[in-house]
């Protein structure tokens, strides 16, 4: 009984270790970290990360789910802001932040199957509201659909992914387009 207890804590341990290792990794390098960095980072051997995680894209997604989830976290406060317009300001700072500080959650769009596609659904459902609310306040400029903020959020991630740890560089392209945006 006390030697299963034990292994069931140390693969727990281990599963810890390593999605710890994979989330500073892909942070740091995006998701090309190869699976043989993050076993030796997490202290572990390559068949103990395989254990956990099967595949690599197992191990991304795992990482992913909190990106997601803190995603989801933005939306919902975003949504609720007074002001509309302050809302889409927070969602559009607050994503490519995320972006910014994850690489594995910006790689995480163009590599993981059907991950845009979500990223897409997730932005119009986040904005919709917002943008109807914020045309009728008067905040947004006419014709400016949630289609159209979500591509220059996307446009904006590839100018976080080209100007890594250069916070400002992203900020001031995001304040660009969200001045243009303006009504």
């Not at 795992?62 to 997601?68: H, P, R």
């Not at 975003?78 to 509309?84: N, T, Y």
């Not at 994850?102 to 897409?120: Q, S």
Request: hydrophobic share 45%.
């Amino acid at each position: 009984m006390t030697t299963s207890r034990r292994q069931r804590w140390d693969a727990a341990r281990n599963r810890t270790q390593v999605l710890d290792a994979a989330r500073e990794s892909f942070a740091e390098r995006g998701l090309a970290t190869d699976v043989r960095e993050i076993a030796r980072r997490a202290g572990v051997g390559v068949a103990t990360l395989y254990r956990h995680f099967p595949t690599k894209d197992d191990l991304v997604k795992a990482v992913l789910e909190e990106d997601v989830a803190e995603w989801t976290a933005v939306s919902e406060r975003a949504k609720a802001a007074e002001d509309a317009w302050e809302g889409i300001g927070l969602f559009v700072e607050r994503t490519l932040a995320m972006m910014a500080r994850h690489r594995a959650f910006l790689d995480g769009l163009t590599v993981t199957e059907g991950a845009l596609d979500a990223c897409r659904a997730h932005l119009a459902e986040s904005l919709g509201d917002l943008v109807e609310r914020a045309h009728r306040e008067g905040r947004l400029r006419a014709g400016i659909t949630s289609a159209d903020i979500g591509l220059q959020i996307l446009a904006l991630g590839r100018i976080v992914e080209l100007t890594a740890g250069q916070d400002d560089v992203w900020r001031k392209h995001a304040g660009l387009v969200l001045g243009a945006l303006q009504a």
